[in-house]
């Protein structure tokens, strides 16, 4: 114990000393790093434990999201399908069968033409029709002459929704005036002759075919 705290020797004190000072700092410096290494160790054994457990529930999580998407979408879908299924699709004018006929064949004095139009739905599903008064019309004309158009300036418009089954059958009256008209609305026009007349009816991109009459 006495040479540790006096050491002996032929070199002054103070050298043991010097020599004691820079074995115990190597062995301190050998001790932190050694405790460095092992800390950084476990710091990364932690960190990396963490990570996939943090990559874990994110995929989870992401997977959870993913799959209610889906659903939420197919949900949607099916909705859709539901009410496209649900619902009457509208007439096909190929699907459309449109007749025109008079109440007379000749009309003398102030007699009006009147003319009914009859729908009906020629297809094999049922299907629904707008058969207002801005959606039909009937054209009346002589020759080459276009006399008169229910679609002229009509003072009634609106919508009629009609639901044809296969086969069903509809119908509208449609009164002539006896005047010309035009699609600008002009006034003053003259009066249409006696002479043969010819009127056809238009519903939804389907057309009658003719039915001919005479004004007196």
């Not at 009859?118 to 039909?136: E, I, L, M, Q």
């Not at 054209?139 to 006399?147: A, M, Y």
């Not at 026009?189 to 939804?204: D, F, K, S």
């Amino acid at each position: 114990m006495r040479t540790v705290l006096r050491p002996v020797g032929p070199q002054p004190a103070r050298v043991y000393w010097v020599r004691r000072m820079v074995v115990l700092a190597v062995l301190v410096a050998a001790v932190l790093l050694v405790w460095s290494f092992v800390s950084r160790g476990a710091a990364a054994d932690a960190d990396g434990s963490g990570t996939g457990a943090d990559a874990g529930a994110t995929g989870a999580e992401h997977g959870t999201d993913a799959e209610g998407a889906d659903a939420a979408d197919a949900a949607d879908a099916g909705t859709d399908e539901a009410a496209a299924d649900g619902a009457p699709a509208a007439c096909a004018p190929e699907a459309l069968t449109v007749t025109l006929t008079t109440d007379a064949t000749s009309y003398t004095g102030d007699a009006a033409p009147t003319f009914t139009m009859t729908f009906t739905n020629t297809g094999d599903t049922t299907c629904v029709v707008d058969a207002g008064g801005s959606n039909r019309s009937v054209l009346v004309t002589s020759g080459s002459d276009r006399i008169w158009s229910s679609a002229d300036c009509a003072a009634e418009g609106g919508t009629r929704t009609l639901l044809l089954a296969p086969g069903a059958q509809e119908q509208d009256t449609v009164v002539w005036p006896r005047e010309r008209s035009d699609e600008t609305c002009s006034g003053g026009l003259p009066a249409p002759r006696p002479g043969t007349y010819t009127a056809v009816a238009v519903l939804g991109g389907a057309q009658s075919g003719s039915a001919v009459f005479q004004l007196g």
